[in-house]
């Protein structure tokens, strides 16, 4: 079976670019969740959703980020405009309801690269 | 609120020492506890969990971690270090469904 699926692998951008990253979760998991991972801060929850409805978005940093879940197999975090503070690696995980919630299954990650 | 610490940012052993990687937690409920292994240039993923019922609990390739309430603790163990348990390892508590909160992290060096 598929894991969870992140693209793109990879982003350089310039300053004041707006950046997209994709996601999508494992079929028939009903979490989605976004992290943000530096050097500095450690692994950060940006954003989660149960059943593609935002539950908690008080770690997402501020207006410029935002992230929406359209249907249960695809959610976008989006930054607009970036900045080079943003350069992180950018994990998108999902998990299924009930006991096994907490077991989250990670992507591979977007390295997120603003010059 | 809840947290997690992680004592010892690197940990360093020999292949085939005893490997013991330092966890403690705070919560003001009986919390759910967790160890995610990540490999260079992967996500996290689980290597063992504690919810309820016995405190030794086993995860995949060979390691372990004891819950221990009297102390906050839910330290992670392996008898015998292998090469390929290099790789950077988060201990993390459940705050509420769906929702956990991770500690920095400590990254196993095997030495051959």
């Known amino acids: 079976d598929a894991g969870v699926i992140q693209s793109p692998r990879h982003e350089v951008t310039e300053m004041g670019q707006e950046v997209t990253l994709r996601c999508k979760p494992i079929?028939?998991?009903?979490?989605l969740f976004w992290y943000r991972q530096t050097m500095m801060r450690g692994l950060e929850l940006l954003i989660y959703f149960n059943n593609n409805v935002p539950i908690d978005d008080s770690g997402m940093p501020e207006d410029r980020f935002s992230a929406k879940m359209p249907n249960a197999s695809f959610s976008t975090l989006k930054i607009q405009p970036s900045e080079p503070r943003d350069s992180a690696v950018y994990f998108c995980a999902s998990s299924q309801q009930g006991a096994r919630v907490n077991e989250q299954f990670f992507g591979p990650g977007t390295r997120l690269t603003v010059l | 609120a809840q947290s997690v610490t992680q004592l010892g940012s690197h940990v360093s052993v020999s292949e085939g020492a005893l490997v013991l990687l330092r966890c403690n937690y705070s919560?003001?409920?009986?919390?759910?506890l967790f160890w995610y292994v990540q490999y260079p240039n992967q996500g996290l993923q689980l290597l063992l969990k504690y919810t309820t019922g016995a405190t030794l609990v086993k995860g995949i390739n060979g390691f372990e971690a004891e819950f221990k309430k009297s102390e906050t603790s839910f330290h992670l163990t392996k008898p015998s270090a292998h090469m390929s348990d290099a790789a950077e390892y988060f201990c993390?508590?459940?705050?509420?469904?769906?929702?956990?909160?991770f500690g920095q992290g400590t990254t196993l060096q095997v030495k051959p």
């Open positions: 079929s028939g998991h009903d979490y």
């Open positions: 993390a508590v459940s705050e509420t469904a769906g929702k956990l909160i």
């Open positions: 919560s003001s409920v009986p919390p759910y």
